[in-house]
């Protein structure tokens, strides 16, 4: 018989919050077709959903609080999926934009719960879990694309898709949390934060090194779908490969990456993570050819597997204040680059090409670059 641990628990809850979660990407490009507006105003629409993490980071910490972590998951997960299912009957991006901004309340509390759980079990155990929890977010953020892919190329409605991807993540997270013990808090995690939870200079530090992690996986799930379609006009499931072969890159490395990290240290693995970004920006921005971009979108993936899984052991690992607050305190400000990220790379795509917005990015490896000392422990 096999025995269950508590880290394959927390792993499953990964799973399923990003699987229902990222239900809504693969379908971008449909919803962009049923809204009739152009990438500058899909790009507005989209800041409903950081705009709503952020709101709800605000709060994450009293609310986890008071609800703990099974019942965070048992409503934070329900909430995404069903905002999601309205998300999918806008005809219009104001309402879109209102949709997304409810389901990212949601996320954002879900969020900081999982990172805590799986920062509090790998306490418990002495022993890295986070880039492997990771791992099976970005393997459920997979699923959901090829799913996506495939129910797109099917030309099954998005709403459709959204109600069965929101009943099948609900009822399991549901099933599996109300069986979970919630592991204890970490000795440092005894303080509160405040409304906005203001960042030491280590903290801060650690999100201008994440900057082009996020910035660059936020590129390749709001507009990788869009860039293949635009730039090559291939088929639908095409276009859906560049998203599930990035979240299938994110999930092989963060899935071995502890035993690495381990063996070679943060730093090594981080400089190393950003090259390989580096690398697969280049090859998107430059190839004429459908499949090297698919390479290059892969790489992308892979490349910012381990950055921000990296930085939130970090933070919940600094002395100077609590787990949670320095962890709320990081994903903040982290998430202030997909704020400003949909909008801006919109912009960019509607007025000076798609390719463009994505070469946008590459001057924040050069920072991630110089700030991988942020990594270091206390």
Request: aromatic share 16%; hydrophobic share 55%.
């Amino acid at each position: 018989m096999i025995k269950i641990l508590p880290q394959h628990k927390v792993f499953l809850f990964f799973f399923l919050y990003s699987f229902s979660f990222g239900a809504i990407f693969p379908r971008i490009g449909d919803m962009q077709v049923q809204m009739n507006i152009a990438e500058g105003a899909l790009g507005l629409a989209l800041v409903g959903l950081p705009l709503g993490v952020q709101f709800a980071l605000f709060f994450a910490d009293k609310i986890l609080v008071f609800l703990g972590f099974r019942f965070a998951m048992f409503i934070g997960v329900p909430t995404i999926g069903i905002s999601l299912i309205f998300a999918s009957l806008a005809f219009d991006p104001v309402s879109f934009f209102f949709a997304l901004l409810v389901g990212g309340m949601a996320v954002g509390i879900v969020e900081v719960a999982v990172n805590l759980e799986a920062d509090r079990v790998e306490y418990h155990i002495e022993k890295r879990i986070m880039n492997r929890s990771h791992s099976f977010w970005s393997l459920g953020f997979f699923s959901a694309g090829l799913l996506g892919a495939l129910c797109s190329q099917g030309k099954i409605t998005p709403t459709l898709h959204m109600v069965v991807s929101c009943f099948v993540g609900s009822l399991l997270v549901i099933y599996f949390a109300s069986s979970y013990k919630e592991a204890s808090f970490r000795p440092n995690s005894i303080h509160h934060t405040s409304t906005f939870v203001l960042p030491s200079k280590s903290v801060l530090a650690l999100v201008i090194f994440t900057l082009s992690a996020m910035l660059i996986e936020g590129a390749g799930i709001d507009w990788s779908i869009i860039f293949m379609r635009d730039i090559y006009g291939t088929p639908a499931f095409l276009n859906g490969t560049a998203l599930f072969l990035g979240a299938l890159a994110q999930f092989v490395i963060r899935y071995f990456a502890d035993p690495i990290v381990e063996k070679y240290g943060s730093e090594s693995v981080a400089r190393i993570s950003i090259v390989t970004m580096f690398f697969g920006l280049i090859l998107v921005c430059l190839t004429d050819q459908p499949y090297i971009a698919l390479v290059g979108f892969a790489l992308m993936g892979g490349g910012t597997a381990v950055l921000f899984p990296l930085a939130v052991s970090a933070a919940a690992q600094k002395s100077d204040r609590s787990a949670a607050t320095n962890v709320a305190s990081l994903a903040q400000l982290s998430f202030v680059v997909f704020l400003i990220g949909p909008p801006f790379l919109g912009f960019v795509a509607e007025h000076f090409g798609i390719r463009v917005s994505f070469a946008i990015c590459l001057p924040f490896l050069f920072l991630s670059w110089i700030f991988v000392f942020s990594l270091k422990k206390d």
